[in-house]
C-alpha cells in the first residue's frame, strides 16, 4: 500500500474543473473518515466529470477513505470502465447503485453511501426515521426508501431503485444504508451529514427507554419552505469552504 501511496499529480493532466472537482471528492471521503462513517474500503461517493462524455470520478478499490487523494480517484464511465488504464482498478459492483441514479438524475452530480451503524440501525426498523429532531425535518421533507434486494449487483434493481428515488436527494436503503445526491459535492456531503445526524439522534432517544416526542405533523408539512429559507438549499455551500480549512489543518493531503 505503501507503493501505491506514492501516486503522481494529475493536476497537470486535467482540466481546471475537473481537478477542482477530484479536491472536493477527495475532502469529502476524507471528511467520511473523519466523522468515522467509512466501512473500511467498502462504500463509494462518485462525482459526474462536466462535460458530454458523462464520466464520473470514484475511488481505487482498495484505498482507504483517509488516503484518497485527488490524483488517486479514478476516472470511469457510466458502465464503470477505467478511461485511464493506468489508474487504479475500481469496484465495479460499487458502482451499480450510483450509476443508476446518475443515469436519470441530471441534477445528482455526486452521489454519497454509507454503511453508518446509526444508518444501517434506521434503515432496519420498520417505521424508518420518525420526525424526533430538528436535524430530522429535513429529510423528511424529501425522504425516500428502497427495499432490500440482496448485494447490489443486479442490473435489473437499477430501474426499482429509479423507481424508488424519484426526485429525493435522501434515500434509506432498508437494511442497507443512507444515501444522499446533491448538485455538488458540497451540497450531497451536507445532505448526508444531515441525515446520519438524524438517524445517530433517533438511535440515541430510543436507547433511553422513555416515551419520545414527536414533532407535530402541522410542522412536518410546512418543512420545505422553512428549509428553503433557513439552510438556502441546505447550505452546503456555505459551510464547505469551513470543512476545507478544517482539512487543511489537519488533513491536507486530499489535495495532492
Not at 162 to 178: E, P
Amino acid at each position: 500500500m505503501s507503493e501505491q501511496l506514492a501516486i503522481p499529480s494529475k493536476k497537470d493532466e486535467v482540466s481546471e474543473e475537473e481537478w477542482q472537482l477530484r479536491i472536493d471528492l477527495a475532502a469529502a471521503y476524507r471528511l467520511i473518515a473523519l466523522y468515522g462513517w467509512d466501512d473500511l474500503i467498502f462504500t463509494h461517493l462518485s462525482a459526474r466529470i462536466p462535460g458530454e462524455e458523462h464520466h464520473f470520478l470514484i475511488n481505487p478499490y482498495g484505498m482507504m477513505f483517509e488516503e484518497i487523494t485527488a490524483s488517486s480517484l479514478v476516472r470511469i464511465d457510466q458502465d464503470g470502465n477505467k478511461i485511464n488504464p493506468e489508474d487504479f482498478d475500481i469496484n465495479p459492483a460499487g458502482f451499480t447503485i450510483h450509476s443508476a441514479i446518475h443515469a436519470v438524475r441530471e441534477d445528482a452530480a455526486c452521489v454519497m453511501h454509507t454503511h453508518t451503524t446509526a444508518g444501517v440501525a434506521v434503515s432496519a426498523q420498520k417505521e424508518g426515521l420518525l420526525p424526533l429532531s430538528q436535524q430530522s425535518l429535513f429529510p423528511l421533507s424529501g425522504l425516500a426508501y428502497h427495499d432490500y434486494e440482496g448485494v447490489a449487483l443486479r442490473e435489473d434493481e437499477k430501474a426499482r431503485l429509479q423507481a424508488d428515488l424519484g426526485h429525493a436527494r435522501f434515500m434509506i436503503l432498508r437494511n442497507h444504508g443512507l444515501l444522499t445526491t446533491g448538485p455538488s459535492v458540497a451540497e450531497a456531503f451536507l445532505n448526508m451529514y444531515i441525515l446520519q445526524r438524524a438517524c445517530e439522534v433517533q438511535i440515541q432517544a430510543m436507547s433511553g427507554g422513555q416515551p419520545l416526542v414527536r414533532i407535530p405533523d402541522t410542522i412536518l408539512s410546512s418543512i420545505r419552505e422553512q428549509a428553503k429559507k433557513v439552510t438556502r438549499g441546505m447550505g452546503g455551500n456555505l459551510a464547505w469552504p469551513g470543512l476545507l480549512r478544517k482539512l487543511d489543518r489537519i488533513d491536507p493531503g486530499f489535495r495532492s
